[in-house]
């Protein structure tokens, strides 16, 4: 029988969906760090309480300083997941992977697309040869409070879960299963929940943070979204964040954090 399910935005998503989410941690509090990119541009990042931090970014002689509200949670010791956004003409969300121990960061910047980006139809994409999701998304490598040199390490994009089917209950009514195809595509598909039936095949991006934990980040096409998780397959649970515009225009912003509890198929 066909299913007459639609998408629904990312606002509507969000109810309910962050029953599972990790406790937050407040380790972080009132601890400054200088990042330090591959490129050169140095960030800054004081956290003044468990909500509040305070964000800078420094490159060619200019900065730019923002006051954030942000979530942060430690998936393992001496690893956090810091997550905010930053308001300045464009809203964009930053996501930091701190890797203490080793003295590295992972960065992403994730932007959603302005109206008329939004509008121009897939086939059109495929065409120029463009992405056919509207989202971008922008990772840096970072060294944390020394400059990054050439032997600074980094988390490496991984295949290692390239060919695996996991389900994922983030909530005692939401239920997906991520299916891993390759380097840069994967699939999901709504078991239970709101988008019950609804399935898509998009883009994705992996890391390798520690044995068995791993950066997961896709970006989907029909509503403009993109989706971070840190899939820890010893514990089977993820901790993360879904954003994306709150309704189906432009304008106001939904980041909400996410978690779930995890199966391996």
Same mark, same amino acid.
């Given at each position: 029988?066909?299913?007459?399910?639609?998408?629904?935005?990312?606002? $509507?998503?969000?109810?309910?969906?962050? =029953?599972?989410?990790?406790?937050?941690? #407040?380790?972080? &509090?009132?601890?400054?760090?200088?990042?330090?990119?591959? =490129?050169?541009?140095?960030?800054?990042?004081?956290?003044?309480?468990? $909500?509040?931090?305070?964000?800078?970014?420094?490159?060619?002689?200019?900065?730019?300083?923002?006051?954030?509200?942000?979530?942060?949670?430690?998936?393992?010791?001496?690893?956090?997941?810091? #997550?905010?956004?930053?308001?300045?003409?464009?809203?964009?969300?930053?996501?930091?992977?701190? #890797?203490?121990?080793?003295?590295? +960061?992972?960065?992403?910047? +994730? /932007?959603?697309?302005?109206?008329?980006?939004?509008?121009?139809?897939?086939?059109?994409?495929? $065409?120029?040869?463009?992405?056919?999701?509207?989202?971008?998304?922008?990772?840096?490598?970072?060294?944390?409070? *020394?400059?990054?040199?050439?032997?600074?390490?980094?988390?490496?994009?991984?295949?290692?879960?390239?060919?695996?089917?996991?389900?994922?209950?983030?909530?005692?009514?939401?239920?997906?299963?991520?299916?891993?195809?390759?380097?840069?595509?994967?699939?999901?598909?709504?078991?239970?929940?709101?988008?019950?039936?609804?399935? /898509?095949?998009?883009?994705?991006?992996?890391?390798?943070?520690? /044995? *068995?934990?791993?950066?997961?980040?896709?970006?989907?096409?029909?509503?403009?979204? &993109?989706?971070? &998780? &840190?899939?820890?397959?010893?514990?089977?649970?993820?901790?993360?964040?879904?954003?994306?515009?709150?309704?189906? *225009?432009?304008?106001?912003?939904?980041?909400?954090?996410?978690?779930?509890?995890?199966?391996?198929?």
């Amino acid at each position: 029988m066909e299913s007459n399910q639609e998408f629904i935005s990312v606002g $509507e998503l969000s109810v309910g969906f962050s =029953e599972n989410i990790m406790k937050p941690t #407040d380790n972080l &509090v009132g601890k400054h760090l200088n990042l330090y990119s591959e =490129e050169g541009t140095e960030y800054g990042v004081t956290f003044v309480d468990v $909500e509040t931090l305070k964000w800078s970014e420094y490159k060619n002689g200019e900065a730019k300083k923002f006051i954030c509200q942000y979530t942060a949670v430690m998936p393992r010791n001496n690893l956090y997941l810091v #997550d905010f956004i930053v308001s300045y003409g464009d809203t964009f969300s930053i996501s930091l992977i701190l #890797d203490i121990e080793k003295n590295i +960061a992972t960065k992403l910047k +994730a /932007d959603l697309p302005a109206s008329e980006n939004i509008s121009v139809p897939m086939l059109h994409r495929a $065409e120029r040869g463009e992405s056919l999701t509207s989202v971008k998304a922008v990772f840096e490598h970072l060294s944390i409070d *020394q400059p990054f040199t050439s032997k600074t390490p980094t988390h490496q994009q991984t295949t290692e879960l390239i060919g695996e089917t996991i389900e994922f209950d983030y909530s005692h009514k939401d239920k997906y299963e991520h299916i891993y195809l390759n380097e840069n595509r994967f699939t999901w598909h709504c078991l239970e929940g709101s988008e019950k039936g609804l399935a /898509d095949t998009d883009q994705c991006y992996y890391y390798k943070l520690a /044995d *068995q934990l791993y950066l997961f980040v896709w970006l989907e096409k029909v509503i403009p979204t &993109v989706g971070l &998780v &840190v899939e820890d397959l010893s514990a089977l649970r993820s901790y993360g964040k879904i954003f994306g515009y709150e309704g189906f *225009q432009t304008g106001r912003v939904s980041n909400f954090p996410v978690g779930s509890y995890a199966r391996i198929r």
